[in-house]
Nanobody
Framework: QVQLAESGGGQVQAGGSLRLSCAASRRTVSIYAMGWFRQAPGKEREFVAAMNWGGSSTDYSDSVKGRFTISRDNAKNTVYLQMNSLKPEDTAIYYC?????????????????????WGQGTQVTVSS
């Protein structure tokens, strides 16, 4: 069983930055792919970013590409999401997730469902 714990959420003004962290309970980051998803009030959960276990493959949703960066520190079993140029529409609960992706292609994370490992989420609020 893998447990994931997000941190780093908060409230920020539009144009600001936040860095989210996701700590895994055991050696996960270097084995599984890691991803970030978000869910805004009244909306379905959506994919944000993902990285394969080796870091050679990353994927971003069009809405965050160029503004968000996913990275990982295998020694700390932690994955990060650096969020810059935040917009009010980025307001959501952000979830960390972990699972395998076929052939190490991080795009496979887009299809993750309830069978993946999920964290409890951290709230990000961007005010205009």
């Amino acid at each position: 069983q893998v447990q994931l714990a997000e941190s780093g959420g908060g409230q920020v003004q539009a144009g600001g930055s936040l860095r989210l962290s996701c700590a895994a309970s055991r050696r996960t980051v270097s084995i599984y792919a890691m991803g970030w998803f978000r869910q805004a009030p009244g909306k379905e959960r959506e994919f944000v970013a993902a990285m394969n276990w080796g870091g050679s493959s990353t994927d971003y949703s069009d809405s965050v590409k160029g503004r968000f960066t996913i990275s990982r520190d295998n020694a700390k079993n932690t994955v990060y999401l650096q969020m810059n140029s935040l917009k009010p529409e980025d307001t959501a609960i952000y979830y960390c997730a972990s699972d395998f992706v076929p052939l190490g292609d991080s795009r496979g994370a887009r299809g993750w469902g309830e069978s993946a490992y999920w964290g409890q989420g951290t709230q990000v609020t961007v005010s205009s």
